[in-house]
């Protein structure tokens, strides 16, 4: 059967199961929109490349699959740059395709024109840039088994247009030989060595924490980590990347630590006398100074990347494998702490001294942001989806939403990329239209990519927006007042300008405001009854609002600095 | 001018050099990969020579001499290794390498050197491999000592051009006891 090679691409991507597409057309990838309209994957014609990538995101986070995203070369290509960067920091299975000038003008700064391939070579755990037509299938079946296998991540293809319009006989790799990757192997054995170190440590501890990172979610190790805590009774922290892993019910779970962490979470790892680290990479954000990080802990450090190893902190052992197979290996081996009963009740101190807290609303407003979270949380539909932009709404909405299973906490991690909301949203209700799908966003974040919102509307892909409307630039104004003396530079963005409901109407969603507990309770109300068209509800929050309990950067999680209202009881 | 020694130590700091031989795919852009590696996690690299392997058209060897004091060599070898197109990585301690390096000079001459300059030629072991009426180029393979020994040999000579490959190596053969 002879294909051109813009047919052989979507047939590959047939082949690899996809069903959805984000992307927007342009010159160079002109050839390959025609097969589309008759393939049967969903295209989602994305405002910005920018949406394309966040959306497939969304996609690959709320389930687990890879997302996909097509562009053209040039701006096309520069403009899903931050996606895939975003893609990379937070290890998300990700297959980008873009378009290129035809292979006689690569290297002629044609129209058009990026070495997409260059550029994206630091921020993809692979690129390609195909060379023929006939390369494409395994090209392709490449790219899905590097971006999901091993540690996940996103994979650029580049498709010179010319190749696109050549013509091929078809075939498709039948195995995993017949991809050609000779330097890949992504599954490893489990080094029973290893494990019996790791049992012998647990064995000895008192003290023990489980450190559950992104990587148990990418494994899907979140059964295995409930029967293994639930067997060893062994306290459970999860990062933010690991939100859902575990559930926040659970009477065995701290919360996440870090930064913004819980105390009891944060107190639970600086006194740990056993850290098993889960797929987690001792991120500066968790670690704080490092020196002074879990000080006394002897670490079990659970990767598949071995490059994580020693890298922040060094590992009493190295576990090199995914975190379902360490675990269960775990499991297997009966590894089992000592009586954990002294530390429960320190653990319980600390929780019942240091919960959550925040200033009690008052009925006139301005909203408390936390308090919106809640509400919203409160009445929202079991198995809720949230996704977040980055900031304050963003750790408020890890710290005061109670993730249950995973895949309902959609966020960005390590790059901390403003305006990923609205868009990975979008994808992850694609992926879950059976999910109710909540943005929490913030002001800021929501000026960045809200034009996705037309895609939403024009798509039919109903998500509700909660916008923490509190005029600033909320993280930057938190960090500006604690550690500028209040010198407020450049972050005053103002609650009336844009008008988000006109906004909101404009782009063909239903646009609602809340300045007051009563307005609150309705909107959220109104927006649950809503299924057809996406919400968005600009809620006006108290600006002065900061997040607490708060690690200063590089500052010692030992002086962790809490609520106001808890200061003044002994810390 | 010269960066500030590492640790700020006044003196010449003796730099803990480290072999890798790094077996690649032969690919378009894969030197690119290496170099962008070390230059993002701030690896340094002291030098660094690419060949075809076996004379196989699919697989290259990549030699690096890499600074271990940038970065612990663990880092630098697991880094390397998720490079999709690196396909093994030898991790050579120099007493167990065998390692080899080529230097070309050419130096200007006249009669009252002239036989310094193959006096110098002679004791080094390098061999003349081009003359004219005012130059003479030398050439030497053979252990980086040697070549350091050579090159610090021609110091005082004027008018010298010199280049040197950087590193290749293999591993050195077991001694197996004879029959």
């Known amino acids: 059967m002879q294909l051109t090679g813009a047919q052989a691409l979507i047939k590959s991507l047939e082949q690899e199961g996809v069903d959805t597409i984000f992307g927007l057309p342009g010159g160079a990838i002109l050839p390959v929109y025609d097969p589309i309209l008759d393939s049967s994957i969903r295209h989602i014609l994305v405002r910005h490349e920018q949406g394309a990538g966040h959306m497939a995101e969304g996609y690959a986070l709320a389930t687990g699959k890879a997302g996909v995203a097509m562009v053209t070369s040039g701006p096309g290509a520069t403009n899903i740059v931050t996606p895939i960067g975003n893609a990379h920091m937070d290890s998300t299975p990700l297959v980008v395709i873009t378009g290129q000038v035809a292979t006689a003008s690569i290297g002629s700064d044609a129209f058009q024109e990026c070495d997409i391939t260059g550029i994206t070579m630091g921020i993809t755990k692979h690129n390609f840039l195909i060379q023929s037509a006939h390369e494409i299938p395994r090209v392709v079946a490449s790219a899905f088994y590097l971006a999901t296998t091993g540690r996940p991540g996103p994979v650029l293809i580049d498709l010179p247009k010319d190749i696109s319009q050549s013509t091929m006989e078809w075939w498709y790799p039948e195995s995993i030989e017949e991809l050609d990757l000779p330097g890949y192997h992504p599954e490893i054995e489990v080094d029973q060595?290893?494990?019996?170190?790791?049992?012998?440590?647990?064995?000895?501890?008192?003290?023990?924490?489980?450190?559950?990172?992104?990587?148990?979610?990418?494994?899907?190790?979140?059964?295995?980590?409930?029967?293994?805590?639930?067997?060893?009774?062994?306290?459970?922290?999860?990062?933010?990347?690991?939100?859902?892993?575990?559930?926040?019910?659970?009477?065995?779970?701290?919360?996440?630590?870090?930064?913004?962490?819980?105390?009891?979470?944060?107190?639970?790892?600086?006194?740990?006398?056993?850290?098993?680290?889960?797929?987690?990479?001792?991120?500066?954000?968790?670690?704080?100074?490092?020196?002074?990080?879990?000080?006394?802990?002897?670490?079990?450090?659970?990767?598949?990347?071995?490059?994580?190893?020693?890298?922040?902190?060094?590992?009493?052992?190295?576990?090199?494998?995914?975190?379902?197979?360490?675990?269960?290996a775990l499991d297997a081996a009966q590894a089992t702490p000592q009586n954990l009963d002294v530390w429960w009740k320190e653990i319980h101190t600390w929780q019942e001294r240091f919960p959550l807290v925040y200033d009690e609303p008052t009925a006139e407003g301005p909203l408390r942001p936390q308090h919106v979270i809640e509400a919203i949380a409160r009445m929202a539909a079991p198995g809720t989806i949230v996704a977040a932009g980055v900031g304050q709404h963003q750790m408020w909405a890890s710290q005061f939403w109670e993730f249950e299973e995973p895949g309902t906490w959609v966020n960005s991690g390590g790059a901390g990329t403003m305006g990923f909301g609205v868009p990975a949203a979008i994808g992850a209700k694609?992926?879950?239209?059976?999910?109710?799908?909540?943005?929490?966003?913030?002001?800021?974040?929501?000026?960045?990519?809200?034009?996705?919102?037309?895609?939403?509307?024009?798509?039919?892909?109903?998500?509700?927006?909660?916008?923490?409307?509190?005029?600033?630039?909320?993280?930057?104004?938190?960090?500006?007042?604690?550690?500028?003396?209040?010198r407020y530079s450049e972050v005053y963005l103002s609650a009336d300008l844009p008008d988000y409901v006109k906004w909101?109407?404009?782009?063909?969603?239903?646009?609602?405001?809340?300045?007051?507990?009563?307005?609150?309770?309705?909107?959220?109300?109104?927006?649950?009854?809503?299924?057809?068209?996406?919400?968005?509800?600009?809620?006006?929050?108290?600006?002065?609002?900061k997040v607490f309990p708060m690690v200063a950067a590089g500052a010692s999680n030992d002086d962790i600095i809490v609520h106001p209202l808890l200061r003044g009881t002994n810390q | 001018m010269t960066p500030e020694p590492f640790l700020g130590v006044t003196e010449r700091t003796p730099v803990r050099h480290h072999i890798l031989s790094v077996l690649v795919e032969n690919k378009a852009g894969v030197l690119a990969r290496i170099?962008?590696?070390?230059?993002?996690?701030?690896?340094?690299?002291?030098?660094?020579?690419?060949?075809?392997?076996?004379?196989?058209?699919?697989?290259?060897?990549?030699?690096?001499?890499?600074?271990?004091e940038s970065a612990p060599l663990e880092q630098i070898v697991g880094q390397l290794d998720k490079l999709v197109n690196v396909v093994a990585i030898k991790d050579?301690?120099?007493?167990?390498?065998?390692?080899?390096?080529?230097?070309?000079?050419?130096?200007?001459?006249?009669?009252?050197?002239?036989?310094d300059v193959l006096d110098v030629a002679a004791n080094t072991g390098a061999s003349i491999v081009d003359v004219n009426a005012t130059s003479v180029t030398v050439m030497l393979a053979g252990t980086p000592g040697a070549c350091d020994q050579l090159e610090r040999a021609l110091e005082s000579f004027a008018g010298v051009e010199l280049q040197r490959t950087g590193r290749v190596a293999l591993p050195r053969l077991v001694q197996t006891a004879s029959a």
């Open chain 2, 92 to 115: 050579l301690a120099p007493r167990d390498a065998l390692e080899r390096e080529l230097l070309l000079a050419t130096l200007s001459v006249d009669n009252a050197n002239r036989a």
């Open chain 1, 430 to 486: 694609v992926g879950r239209p059976d999910r109710t799908v909540w943005c929490i966003d913030g002001d800021g974040c929501f000026q960045m990519t809200a034009q996705e919102l037309v895609t939403a509307r024009a798509e039919g892909i109903p998500i509700k927006v909660a916008i923490l409307n509190n005029a600033y630039l909320g993280m930057v104004r938190q960090w500006q007042e604690m550690f500028y003396e209040e």
């Open chain 1, 504 to 545: 909101a109407e404009a782009m063909g969603c239903v646009g609602l405001r809340a300045t007051n507990l009563k307005e609150m309770h309705d909107v959220i109300d109104r927006a649950n009854q809503i299924n057809d068209v996406p919400v968005v509800i600009d809620f006006r929050t108290d600006s002065s609002e």
């Open chain 2, 35 to 68: 170099a962008g590696l070390f230059a993002r996690r701030g690896f340094n690299i002291y030098s660094l020579a690419v060949a075809p392997a076996e004379g196989n058209a699919r697989f290259s060897r990549v030699t690096i001499v890499v600074d271990a």
């Open chain 1, 193 to 328: 060595h290893a494990v019996a170190q790791a049992v012998e440590l647990i064995s000895q501890s008192e003290r023990p924490v489980l450190y559950v990172g992104g990587g148990t979610l990418k494994s899907r190790a979140h059964k295995d980590l409930l029967t293994f805590a639930e067997r060893t009774k062994m306290p459970v922290v999860t990062t933010l990347m690991a939100r859902g892993a575990f559930p926040d019910s659970h009477d065995q779970h701290l919360g996440m630590p870090g930064m913004h962490g819980m105390y009891s979470a944060v107190m639970a790892i600086q006194k740990s006398d056993l850290l098993i680290s889960l797929g987690a990479r001792f991120d500066d954000r968790v670690t704080g100074q490092i020196s002074s990080f879990a000080a006394k802990a002897k670490i079990i450090h659970v990767d598949i990347d071995k490059a994580e190893f020693n890298k922040v902190r060094r590992a009493d052992v190295a576990l090199q494998t995914n975190v379902a197979s360490a675990l269960q």
